[in-house]
C-alpha cells in the first residue's frame, strides 16, 4: 500500500535538506531492510508504511536549519555520540538532562586550565543520539499501545499505525546515523588533534564515505538482506543495548580513516570499503528491526505503574536537579 501524499512530502525533505548523516541512500535502505525484516509474530502492519517510511528516513536532518533555530538547538546532538568528549563520565548517565547537567559542571571546572576542551564540552559537541533513540523507542510502545487497542476492539487502527510509522522514521534515523563510525566520535568531520598517520582533516571526508560511497556503490536492500539475521534485543536493558551497539560502530571510526587514505572513496569496487558499508548498514538495520519487535513485545503489556512516581519527591532516584527520576 502506498501513501502518495505523505510519501511525496518525505521525498521533498530528502530534496531540501544539506548532508547531515549517512545520505539519503542508505538511510531509505536501513529502514526498509528493517521493516523487511520484521518477522511474522512482529509489527507487520508497518510493511504498509514503508514508502513513506523510506521517502522520509532523512527527516529529522530536516529539522537542523540555520533559519529554524529552536529547532536545530534541540535537535543538532540527537545525530552524534562524539566518545571521546566524556570518557570523564562513567556510568552515563540515564537521563538526557543529567547527561547535559554533568557536561556543565565538568565544563566549570576545566574552562580555566583547559579552554581548549572546554569549548567543546558541552552538549552540542558531544551529543545525544542514544537518549533521541530512547525516547522515539519508548514513544513507539505507546503508539503500538493504541494500535493493540484498536485492532481489539475491532476499530479502525489506521491513525495509531501511521503515528508507528513516524516513530519509527525518528528511531530509524538515529539508529541509522549511529551505525556510521564518525558519528560516535570527534574526528566526524576529519581528524582533530595529533595526527601520526597522516589522516585527512578534510571535513568532506564524513559525506564522501557516507554519501558520494555509498551512491556510487548502489547500495540496496537486497545487499543487506542476507545479514540481518534472526531478531536479537528480546530482552535486557535498550538504553545499555544502544550504548553498547554505539561502542561498536564507533570502534571502527580510524578505519573509515584508513580507507580513505586509499582512494578517498572514489573506488566503488574498493572490496574493504563496500565491505565496511555493508556491515555498517546491516547493522543499523539489525538493530532498528529488533527494537520496533521489541517496542511491539512490550506493547503487549500495560504500562508498567512506577511507585513512587519520578516526579515523586520521595523516589530514591528522585534528582532535584533535573525534578524528575530516570528510568
Not at 507487520?44 to 529552536?70: C, Q, T
Not at 539475521?229 to 580513516?257: C, N, S
Not at 574493504?272 to 503487549?300: F, H, K, N, P
Amino acid at each position: 500500500m502506498r501513501f502518495p501524499v505523505i510519501a511525496a512530502l518525505g521525498a521533498l525533505a530528502l530534496h531540501s535538506v544539506a548532508a547531515h548523516a549517512w545520505g539519503g541512500t542508505a538511510h531509505a535502505v536501513i529502514d526498509r531492510a528493517a521493516i523487511e525484516a520484521i518477522p511474522a509474530d512482529g509489527p507487520v502492519f508497518l510493511r504498509k508504511y514503508e514508502d513513506y517510511i523510506g521517502a522520509s528516513a532523512s527527516l529529522p536532518d530536516s529539522w537542523r536549519g540555520d533559519d529554524e533555530n529552536f529547532s536545530k538547538i534541540e535537535e543538532d546532538p540527537n545525530h552524534g555520540w562524539f566518545r571521546e568528549q566524556f570518557t570523564f563520565l562513567k556510568p552515563i548517565p540515564r537521563s538526557r538532562y543529567e547527561f547535559v547537567l554533568a557536561l556543565y559542571k565538568h565544563y566549570e571546572t576545566i574552562k580555566d586550565s583547559d579552554p581548549a576542551t572546554a569549548a567543546r564540552t558541552n552538549v552540542r559537541w558531544t551529543g545525544t543520539l542514544p537518549y533521541a533513540a530512547m525516547e522515539a523507542y519508548q514513544r513507539l510502545i505507546t503508539c503500538m499501545r493504541y494500535v493493540r487497542k484498536a485492532n481489539a476492539e475491532g476499530g479502525d487502527a489506521s491513525v495509531p499505525e501511521q503515528h508507528c510509522a513516524f516513530q519509527v522514521i525518528r528511531l530509524g534515523h538515529y539508529i541509522g546515523d549511529g551505525a556510521q563510525p564518525l558519528h560516535d566520535s570527534v574526528n566526524s568531520d576529519g581528524w582533530r588533534g595529533d595526527n601520526p598517520h597522516d589522516y585527512t582533516r578534510d571535513r568532506t571526508i564524513h559525506g564522501r564515505f557516507e554519501s558520494g560511497f555509498v551512491d556510487g556503490m548502489k547500495l540496496t536492500v537486497a545487499d543487506l538482506a542476507p545479514r540481518i539475521g534472526a531478531p536479537g534485543h528480546r530482552e535486557g536493558d535498550m538504553f545499555e543495548a544502544i550504548l553498547a551497539y554505539l561502542d561498536t560502530a564507533g570502534d571502527k571510526m580510524e578505519q573509515v580513516y584508513k580507507l580513505e587514505k586509499r582512494n578517498h572513496f572514489t573506488n566503488f569496487a574498493d572490496h574493504d570499503t563496500r565491505e565496511m558499508v555493508y556491515v555498517q548498514t546491516s547493522s543499523g538495520a539489525a538493530m532498528l528491526r529488533d527494537m520496533i519487535c521489541r517496542a511491539w513485545a512490550q506493547s503487549a503489556a500495560p504500562p508498567v505503574k512506577v511507585v513512587p512516581a519520578p516526579l515523586d519527591f520521595t523516589n530514591p532516584k528522585f534528582n532535584p536537579e533535573t525534578g524528575s527520576a530516570p528510568g
